[in-house]
């Protein structure tokens, strides 16, 4: 299923669209400032390094990153990580000579006493940790950068929202949307084919925040069926303020999901393999769009709403009822 063998259209209660601020953030890590002269003025002087002279000397040098036990050198002194001493095949990567199996306890040692800023610093990320304890945080770091929501490209574009918002809507071409409610109708003339089902992707403005829905075809077993689901743009513990619902129908029939969107940390196949949404049985789809059911139009209606203004801890302006 290709892009242009299936339609999508959307209504909804809007408000006025607001502005895409474009405040792209650059994914970098922190930076390094490195002199060799004044390397040499110290080893001179007798100064000890400083951390950031230490810093880079923990870096390796095939790969970059910050090395940790083991770490590895020639006879010669020079150090890599474990993981590029296999890359290189047992060669130093500066000498040429043999690697051997040389442990460098010294710098490690030297890193056991190091403390050093989150590598997403200049994301906002105002931690400092132990050097062996940094590594870890920065896998969960709540500043570290999302990989594109959109689904079946393979984009490897990464950034913060704002930046990401722009992206799906300059790159990708995605429809943007302001409004709590939609109203999407689904088209396709073969609905027969469910083999390499692109994903419709649809980005939801409201309570200042960014959603995105999904809608693809795919195998669930034997059987060939239809998903529906929405994702929140930001971390899983903001997506628990928000709750969902999509709706199907036709003939006197009719299918409800409710549920909580899922963060974009995690990937739209681990929702969908999860389950997580809205799903309906290609049978029941082609009944739903009635005629001769040799074409899927399917229209999916939804709201989102947050859940503690829903209990009246605020003013909902936001949660209109669907029609």
């Known amino acids: 299923m290709d892009l242009d063998s299936m339609d999508c259209t959307s209504t909804m209660d809007v408000t006025d669209d607001e502005e895409i601020h474009q405040d792209r953030h650059s994914y970098a890590s922190v930076s390094k400032h490195h002199s060799s002269n004044n390397s040499n003025a110290n080893a001179a002087s007798g100064l000890l390094p400083t951390t950031t002279s230490v810093h880079e000397l923990l870096e390796c040098p095939v790969c970059t990153n910050s090395m940790y036990p083991p770490i590895h050198q020639c006879h010669n002194g020079h150090t890599l990580c474990s993981t590029c001493k296999n890359r290189v095949h047992n060669r130093c990567p500066t000498c040429r000579q043999e690697l051997g199996d040389i442990r460098c306890l010294a710098l490690e040692k030297v890193a056991e006493s190091l403390e050093l800023p989150c590598k997403y610093m200049s994301l906002g ?12 945080h920065e896998t969960i ?9 959109y689904a079946g490209s393979e984009c490897s574009v990464l950034g913060d929202i704002p930046f990401l918002v722009a992206h799906l809507r300059d790159d990708h071409k995605v429809d943007m949307h302001s409004g709590c409610t939609f109203n999407h109708r689904y088209v396709k003339s073969n609905p027969r084919e469910v083999e390499n089902a692109t994903w ?12 995105c829905l999904h809608f693809e075809a795919f195998q669930l077993g034997m059987a060939p069926v239809y998903m529906a689901f929405l994702r929140f743009m930001g971390d899983e513990t903001e997506a628990r303020n928000y709750n969902y619902s999509l709706e199907v129908g036709g003939y006197g029939r009719k299918l409800t999901w409710e549920g909580t969107p899922r963060s974009v940390r995690d990937s739209h196949r681990k929702v969908r393999d999860s389950h997580d949404g809205l799903i309906i049985q290609r049978n029941m789809a082609l009944f739903f769009s009635g005629g001769d059911r040799k074409e899927l139009k399917l229209r999916v209606t939804g709201r989102i709403w947050k859940e503690q203004q829903q209990s009246g801890e605020g003013g909902g302006a936001c949660i209109p009822s669907l029609s």
Do not use: D
């Open 141 to 149: 770091c709540n500043f570290r950068p999302y990989n594109c929501p």
């Open 125 to 136: 990320c105002p931690e400092i940790f132990p050097y062996y304890s940094k590594l870890k």
């Open 200 to 211: 419709m992707l649809t980005v939801f403005h409201c309570f200042g925040q960014y959603f």
